[in-house]
């Protein structure tokens, strides 16, 4: 059984900066890549953030500059350092993680429960 459990989210004013964190547990064997999505009101599900177990990245074109993602590959954690936050940052927030249950198997990808971020005046 694997679990991602994400903590970090809540309200901000546009400016700010909050920090989110997603941690996997259970069984697992190893971790390819993680990452972030985020399902924003009246808009399509989009990818914020990933990063490769080597620690490469890529960003969404709309936070590129204001986000950095994260990761510590000893604990199994990825971060979304979430900086200059605008209006249009409101969304849930889902991480996801490629896992693998043991060296013979492909990766399947699991996912967080979601934290909200708010950001408002």
């Known amino acids: 059984q694997v679990q991602l459990v994400e903590s970090g989210g809540g309200l901000v004013q ?3 900066s909050l920090r989110l ?3 996997a547990s259970g069984s697992i064997f190893n971790i390819n890549d993680m990452g ?5 009101p009246g808009k399509e599900r989009e990818l914020v953030a990933a990063i490769s177990s080597g620690g490469s990245t890529n960003y969404a074109d709309s ?3 204001r986000f950095t993602i994260s990761r510590d590959n000893a604990k199994n954690t990825v971060y979304l350092q979430m ?3 605008k209006l249009e940052d409101t969304a849930v927030y889902y991480c996801y993680a490629d896992i693998l249950l043991a060296s013979y ?5 699991y996912w967080g429960e979601g934290t909200l971020v708010t950001v408002s005046s």
């Open 14 to 16: 546009p400016g700010g």
């Open 36 to 40: 972030w999505y985020r399902h924003r």
């Open 105 to 109: 198997s492909y990766d399947t990808r």
């Open 21 to 23: 964190s997603c941690a």
């Open 63 to 65: 936070v590129k500059g």
């Open 83 to 85: 900086n200059s936050l």
